[in-house]
Antibody, heavy 121, light 106 residues
Framework: QVQLQESGPGLVKPSETLSLTCTVSGGSMNTYFWNWIRQPPGKGLEWIGYIYYTGSTKSNPSLESRVTISEDTSKNQFSLRLNSVTAADTAVYYCARARTPFSNYYGLDVWGQGTTVTVSS | DIQMTQSPSSLSASVGDRVTIACRTS??????LNWYQQKPGKVPELLIYAASNLQSGVPSRFSGRGSGTDFTLTISSLQPEDFATYYC????????FGQGTRLDIK
């Protein structure tokens, strides 16, 4: 079955750019929406954005100005870049797949294990 | 933006209890509402999608209802493995999550 794995630096300095990659194994990126979600320590979940296999993207309005989501379907990977980070961006970052092909409406059923990113000098 | 309000924010219950968690949205989202369970240190898991549809592999003691702005997640008979935090999520506009409901053992 499909599995997701996040990778990237665990420590980022304030004002720099956070960059993460999610590698999809056991299946193709075709026909699905691929999402990023984060969870600050001890807090709830926050949706960051998605990329559709066609390359179209959508981001949380509160993060939109700082977020870039891209994909490399030849490598079965999609990526997140969050610029101008502050301590408030410290969180566990998850990638996740939409449950249903061609739609992001019906929940996220496959998640990566999450990667902790700390913003600190 | 759609605001999500879950209630209660925390809840204590016993094994065998029937528990209901509510999620209210600030505007109508039809049935574009999903529920997740997250255990400490673990990845969220999808329980219910489109308000009332049970995700494959999820026990039938979990059920969801609602449409428009008011939704509920019910666990008919709590099992020890159900003590966790539950989140609703709207998938109508910006995929916002509720603040979570922590369910622990009384």
């Amino acid at each position: 079955q499909v599995q997701l794995q996040e990778s990237g630096p665990g420590l980022v300095k304030p004002s720099e750019t956070l960059s993460l990659t999610c590698t999809v194994s056991g299946g193709s990126m075709n026909t699905y929406f691929w999402n990023w979600i984060r969870q600050p320590p001890g807090k709830g979940l926050e949706w960051i954005g998605y990329i559709y296999y066609t390359g179209s993207t959508k981001s949380n309005p509160s993060l939109e100005s700082r977020v870039t989501i891209s994909e490399d379907t030849s490598k079965n990977q999609f990526s997140l870049r969050l610029n101008s980070v502050t301590a408030a961006d410290t969180a566990v970052y998850y990638c996740a797949r939409a449950r249903t092909p061609f739609s992001n409406y019906y929940g996220l059923d496959v998640w990566g294990q999450g990667t902790t990113v700390t913003v600190s000098s | 933006d759609i605001q999500m309000t879950q209630s209660p924010s925390s809840l204590s219950a016993s094994v065998g209890d029937r528990v209901t968690i509510a999620c209210r949205t600030s505007q109508s989202i039809s049935n574009y509402l999903n529920w997740y369970q997250q255990k400490p240190g673990k990845v969220p898991e999808l329980l219910i999608y489109a308000a009332s549809n049970l995700q494959s592999g999820v026990p039938s003691r979990f059920s969801g209802r609602g449409s428009g702005t008011d939704f509920t997640l019910t666990i008919s008979s709590l099992q020890p493995e159900d003590f966790a935090t539950y989140y609703c999520q709207e998938s109508y506009t910006t995929f916002t999550f509720g603040q979570g409901t922590r369910l622990d053992i009384k």
